[in-house]
T-cell receptor, first 113, second 113 residues
Framework: KQEVTQIPAALSVPEGENLVLNCSFTDSAIYNLQWFRQDPGKGLTSLLLIQSSQREQTSGRLNASLDKSSGRSTLYIAASQPGDSATYLCAVRFLTGRRALTFGSGTRLQVQP | EAQVTQNPRYLITVTGKKLTVTCSQNMNHEYMSWYRQDPGLGLRQIYYSMNVEVTDKGDVPEGYKVSRKEKRNFPLILESPSPNQTSLYFC????????????FGQGTRLTVV
């Protein structure tokens, strides 16, 4: 079964810290991987999309890496701010199946001022 | 502004009373889908559509219907809602190429009593 796992489930850090969120997936045959941010009671905001042929993508203070062969991705957030507090979701589009995005359960991040 | 719009944002209804949640996108995307998000279960795909008049089941289609009469709209229909359909629902869209970015609506919080 194709699964996506995110560790840790929750993370609390002081403002200014650099941090890494982890995502692992069970099948290396993927089209792409997408990181989202979800604020409480709100929709999903796309942060970064990494194609299977890419190793990393960057947007501002965010950097996402992809190691397809080991089934892992990381989201690096530099110089964290209280406004970064949210749940971060990793989603994988596997090669086999319905092209649906398979989501991890998310990492709930709290950045303390 | 490119967006996916869902309505209503919040809905409380009674068991058995038919309802429709609308979804509209203005990005000319071919692929649209519906997800539900439940605590501990994450986001799961309900139905998807590859293009006009082409729909298919996702992971959890029971109790739902969809239609795709126009490219921009993809309504979710609950013919006879039950309490286990209380959830947060998201509509998503993307171009049909498998490497493309998915965009999500703001979500519809449905409560069935």
């Amino acid at each position: 079964k194709q699964e996506v796992t995110q560790i840790p489930a929750a993370l609390s850090v002081p403002e200014g810290e650099n941090l890494v969120l982890n995502c692992s997936f069970t099948d290396s045959a993927i089209y792409n991987l997408q990181w989202f941010r979800q604020d409480p009671g709100k929709g999903l905001t796309s942060l970064l999309l990494i194609q299977s042929s890419q190793r990393e993508q960057t947007s501002g203070r965010l950097n996402a890496s992809l190691d397809k062969s080991s089934g892992r991705s990381t989201l690096y957030i530099a110089a964290s701010q209280p406004g970064d507090s949210a749940t971060y979701l990793c989603a994988v589009r596997f090669l086999t199946g319905r092209r649906a995005l398979t989501f991890g359960s998310g990492t709930r991040l709290q950045v303390q001022p | 502004e490119a967006q996916v719009t869902q309505n209503p944002r919040y809905l409380i209804t009674v068991t058995g009373k038919k309802l429709t949640v609308t979804c509209s996108q203005n990005m000319n995307h071919e692929y649209m889908s519906w997800y539900r998000q439940d605590p501990g279960l994450g986001l799961r795909q309900i139905y998807y559509s590859m293009n006009v008049e082409v729909t298919d089941k996702g992971d959890v289609p029971e109790g739902y219907k969809v239609s795709r009469k126009e490219k921009r709209n993809f309504p979710l229909i609950l013919e006879s809602p039950s309490p286990n359909q209380t959830s947060l629902y998201f509509c998503a869209s993307s171009f049909k190429g498998v490497g493309t970015e998915a965009f999500f609506g703001q979500g519809t919080r449905l409560t069935v009593v």
